[in-house]
């Protein structure tokens, strides 16, 4: 910390400062008179601050220091920390009911068919699935609808889609054919599990419904469109236009401290930015893998710099400690990270937040926060591996696609039973019910940035290089950057630390 003090006195100069320099002057009894003398003996020439301009001879060091900038520390150090507010309004975090018996799964379930079907029921009126077959006559039946989740997809023999529906009441085969080009586009993309409701005609023998039209739960039409709209955008930011008044959020995930394809420097460059107030960034949310973890993939620990986990978190939390006190850091776990892998996660335990500053807000992943009457929705993104396997045109180098996805079918894991073990809670952690301002998510390693009816969604990236495994899947890390999104226009601004 006292090293950060160096760098913002030099800073505030105007200059920047090499590592060892700080480190050298961070040595004395006095770096606060080092540092004015330093500043006295620089000319414009000057950049960057090195040990060559130090010249620590010919600073007379006082015998009985005053130390003022251990002192201004000090001070800092016991303030409270003027960090704006976070309200977090859903986290699994202390509430983890599950043992994992049959029943919860049947609730489970029970819970998401319940709170999806609640919302296509504001555009559709169906029925019972059971009362199809209880009240079909021989007769056509032109438009009927149903809701339900959808417990199988197949493709059959003829090229057609059929889909097995099922609700509280029982379950019904529908069929799409691929000629009615818009709902076969929808179909097309219908994972295991997630609801939708369907409209078709019932065929006479009472068994098989043809499909007219497919509808997600999706997000209403031109959602969002006002915010609690404060002051003007980002400058220069793709959406915003203004001078940020309002206050920023920087969003990053991936950032995988002790592997050692960890890019320190660059995140070291980054949290110095945060300092050196360029934009005005009052928040830091990180979506999970804030460290590498161990025993996470075969081979790992022979590509670990830092082999113990905990001493892993240690050296996050001395990275983290260097950022400015008035910005808040929101912390959530990912698969990397030292909690249960099922999900929804709960925060991480106390041992590791002990670890960090008091003021840094551990959540669950999933978490809905809030924050300047923004509500950001933080998912680490494990579902993405599951539905870029499942859904046609989903990609890793196009991540913003398939969190869309997610935002069409409120709901952040839809298919059970794949990659990421889903924990039967309660109630489904995972479907969207608040539609958020942002969705922050991470996990593929690669940026992604989009805008649906009104809801920013971000990929944030990485801070690891391409690792041996990601070389052999051929998946390419887009690593060093910071998303910064204006908490008043959701406008956002790439910043890049390689
Ligand atoms: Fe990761």
């Not at 043992?99 to 609640?118: A, C, K, M, N, P």
């Not at 009615?180 to 078709?200: K, L, P, Y």
């Not at 933080?378 to 196009?398: E, F, V």
């Amino acid at each position: 910390m006292q090293e950060s003090l160096i760098v913002e006195e030099f800073a505030n100069a105007g200059y920047q400062v090499s590592p060892d320099a700080v480190a050298l002057i961070g040595s004395y009894s006095a770096p606060d008179t080092i540092v004015s003398k330093v500043l006295q003996s620089l000319d414009d020439s000057v950049l960057v601050v090195g040990r060559e301009h130090l010249n620590l001879d010919c600073v007379k060091i006082p015998e009985k220091p005053t130390d003022k900038l251990a002192e201004k520390l000090a001070e800092k150090l016991s303030k409270p920390a003027d960090a704006p507010a976070v309200n977090i309004l859903s986290d699994i975090s202390n509430e983890s009911t599950c043992v994992g018996e049959y029943s919860e799964f049947v609730r489970y379930f029970r819970d998401r068919y319940t709170r999806l079907s609640g919302i296509i029921r504001g555009r559709i009126t169906a029925r019972p699935i059971e009362s199809l077959r209880a009240r079909h006559s021989g007769r056509e039946y032109d438009s009927v609808s149903i809701i339900g989740m959808v417990s199988d997809v197949r493709t059959t023999s003829n090229g057609n889609k059929l889909l097995e529906i099922e609700d509280p009441t029982g379950s019904f085969p529908v069929l799409v054919r691929p000629s009615d080009r818009d709902i076969w586009a929808i179909a097309s993309g219908i994972v295991h599990d997630e609801v939708i409701g369907v409209t078709g005609s019932i065929t006479r023998d009472g068994h098989l419904m043809i499909v007219k039209s497919i509808v997600l739960p999706d997000l209403p039409n031109r959602y969002n469109q006002t915010l609690p709209g404060r002051g003007q955008g980002i400058n220069g930011s793709e959406h915003g236009n203004g001078d940020g008044a309002a206050g920023c959020a920087a969003l990053i995930s991936d950032v995988h401290i002790g592997s050692d394809t960890f890019l320190g420097d660059a995140f070291s460059d980054f949290i110095d930015w945060l300092g050196d107030g360029s934009l005005p960034v009052q928040y830091l949310i990180i979506a999970g893998d804030l460290v590498d973890g161990v025993g996470i993939y075969p081979g790992q620990e022979s590509e670990l710099e830092i082999p113990d986990v905990y001493d892993q978190y240690r050296s996050a939390a001395e990275y983290l400690g260097r950022v400015p006190k008035n910005i808040r850091i929101i912390i959530a776990p990912g698969n990397h990270d030292a909690v249960r892998l099922a999900e929804p996660q709960p925060a991480l335990p106390e041992k590791i937040r002990s670890m960090f500053s008091d003021d840094v807000i551990f959540t669950g992943n999933p978490a809905l926060v809030e924050i300047r009457g923004v509500r950001i929705l933080i998912y680490h993104g494990r579902s993405m591996d599951d539905l870029i396997a499942t859904i046609p045109k989903m990609s890793y180098q196009r991540p913003e696609l398939v969190m869309i996805e997610m935002l069409r079918r409120r709901h952040l894991a839809p298919m059970y039973g794949g990659r990421v073990s889903i924990a039967p809670e309660n109630s489904d952690h995972f479907v969207i019910d608040r539609v958020p301002h942002i969705l922050h998510c991470g996990h593929v390693h690669t940026i992604g940035i989009d805008r649906y009816k009104g809801v920013t969604v971000v990929n944030s990236g990485t801070w690891q290089s391409q690792t041996d495994f990601q070389k052999r899947m051929n998946l390419d890390p887009v690593p060093a950057h910071a998303t910064i999104v204006d908490l008043a226009t959701l406008g956002t601004k790439m910043v890049k630390f390689a």
